[in-house]
């Protein structure tokens, strides 16, 4: 019997250039933090599905706790920044701040 395993971690082309046209501050926008922000937003969603099947997962917890972290520096940076821009990434990503 085989066992396949579908991996959730890895976000797909189609789900990035999403996430960054969400918040591209121009064309080519994809190292801003406002765009950066948007990527991980999609995949802490993605990674959290996941984990809500795979309960034992703890290196994928682990990892979602980093991208948490991450996000949250780059908000930081971008509230301390630009706190118009960063009200609207909020406000488009739909984040609880």
């Known amino acids: 019997m085989k066992i396949l395993i579908q991996y959730a971690s890895m976000i797909t082309a189609e789900n990035k ?3 960054f046209s969400l918040t591209q501050t121009h064309k ?3 190292g801003s933090p406002q765009a ?6 999609t995949r802490i969603k ?3 599905a996941h984990l809500q099947t795979n ?4 290196m994928g917890r682990r990892g979602l706790i980093q991208m948490v972290a991450r996000r949250k520096k780059l908000l930081k940076y971008l509230e301390a920044k630009d706190f118009e821009a960063y ?3 909020v406000a488009k990503l739909g984040l609880r701040k």
């Open 87 to 89: 009200k609207a990434t």
């Open 36 to 41: 950066q922000t948007s990527v991980l937003t």
């Open 28 to 30: 080519t926008d994809v």
């Open 17 to 19: 250039a999403a996430a």
């Open 46 to 48: 993605e990674v959290t």
């Open 55 to 58: 309960k034992h997962d703890h």
